[in-house]
């Protein structure tokens, strides 16, 4: 019988696959621990990439971990090391420079990356995308000048970006293939409440356009819209979508289909093998179906998840979908999975950007987001996880504490 330490491998330094690093440590694992990531930078987290770090206003990199957190914890960190493929019985890793790294559990917390736009003139310098720290000191360099901008996208990034160019006095056009920013994520009804946002700090909108050609002398001038309009330019951030990196496993025979298929416990198809974060395709026991959701507050929680699976315990991830956003002087966080409601209720508000909207199907609260309002999210994640049937017309009353209306729903009195 082997008496050999264990060797667990994690694939992507980021936010999950540090986690899952820490975890592993505090849960008493004292065999190998080995995080690779193919960036120069330690593990990092992406949020203030788009806001205060993007402007400027952070002292530092966003880090996990302090620098000396990897080796206090004989968690070895191979930066800038790429990995090429797995070996034949995927019980090793294939590294860049033929080397090879074998392994006993791998978790796999590759991240995302950016889809591309695909029209002439796409190769030419000035035009951006986010992703990595060195992405946001590239554009927070062009944002510090106050220079032209043009976003593609009005998603999470395309959004946050605007703003922060607005607020270190760049000029922003935005272009967006749909009618309102974040129209399919939360419909039109908040989606009018971000588009007057925004407008009201002077960025120009352009709904229903979307891009032909970037046009320039090596460096991008201006962009040109399929409806003939031709907006000059400094430079262009886009921002519309991000792709799950399952490139490493796609000849692996580990199941994919929008993400690497995973169960409950964040297993693959592959024994041992594990997958979390922005690249994993979980089953959700509480919505009963797969989901990946590219935010923070899953990259944060499943890594551990993961990390406690990798060492046989019992786990599931269950965590209601979770993200946050500030734009402007406007803050918000959203808890919920809605792909379909019958009413989005406002409680609160509206005019004065002070509200909770509760996006509602068969009068039940699917989901829930809070606007400059605040410690109200544990309430409406119960209000989800209850899935009791709620009166809209009590819910939208102020006159009422929302914490009651959460104890009706949940069957506690408080």
């Not at 062009?142 to 901008?149: A, M, S, T, V, Y």
Request: hydrophobic share 40%; charged share 25%.
């Amino acid at each position: 019988m082997s008496t050999h330490p264990e060797t667990f491998v994690i694939v992507g330094a980021g936010l999950a696959g540090a986690k899952a690093a820490e975890t592993l440590r505090e849960e008493g694992f004292d065999g190998r621990v080995i995080l690779i990531g193919d960036e120069p930078e330690r593990p990092y987290e992406r949020p203030p990439l788009s806001k205060e770090y993007l402007r400027g206003e952070a002292d530092d990199k966003p880090y996990v971990h302090p620098e000396s957190f990897y080796a206090d914890n004989e968690i070895e960190l191979l930066s800038s090391t790429r990995v090429t493929g797995l070996g034949a019985g995927l019980s090793e890793l294939l590294l860049e420079g033929d080397r090879r790294l074998g392994y006993d559990r791998l978790l796999l917390t590759t991240g995302a990356v950016p889809r591309r736009l695909d029209v002439p003139g796409a190769e030419l310098d000035g035009i951006h995308y986010l992703r990595t720290v060195a992405d946001s000191e590239r554009i927070g360099a062009r944002i510090e000048r106050g220079q032209r901008l043009v976003v593609v996208g009005s998603g999470w990034i395309g959004s946050e970006i605007a703003a922060s160019a607005r607020q270190k006095g760049c000029e922003v056009t935005m272009i967006e293939m749909a009618s309102l920013p974040l129209e399919r994520v939360w419909g039109p009804e908040v989606g009018r409440i971000y588009l007057d946002i925004h407008r009201d700090h002077g960025v120009e909108f352009l709904p229903e356009t979307t891009v032909e050609r970037f046009e320039g002398d090596g460096s991008v001038e201006r962009v040109l819209t399929r409806d003939g309009a031709s907006i000059e330019t400094e430079f262009v951030v886009v921002g519309v979508g991000v792709a799950p990196r399952t490139g490493l496993v796609e000849t692996a025979g580990i199941r994919i289909d929008n993400g690497i298929v995973v169960n409950k416990r964040l297993e693959t198809s592959v024994p041992g093998i594990f997958a979390a974060g922005d690249v994993a395709n979980a089953h959700h026991p509480f919505y009963g179906r797969h989901l990946r959701v590219e935010h923070w507050a899953n990259a944060l929680k499943q890594g551990p998840i993961a990390a406690r699976a990798m060492l046989g315990q019992e786990v599931a991830y269950e965590e209601i979908p979770y993200f946050f956003s500030d734009q402007y002087e406007v803050g918000m966080e959203y808890s919920g999975f809605a792909t379909s409601w019958d009413r989005v209720a406002f409680r609160g508000d509206v005019e004065a950007r002070e509200f909770i909207a509760f996006w509602l199907e068969n009068d039940r609260v699917v989901a829930g987001m809070n606007v400059n309002v605040w410690d109200v999210n544990d309430g409406i994640r119960e209000l989800i996880q209850s899935r009791h049937l709620v009166d809209a017309d009590r819910l939208t009353d102020p006159d009422l504490a929302l914490d009651d209306l959460v104890a009706e729903a949940s069957g506690s009195p408080r």
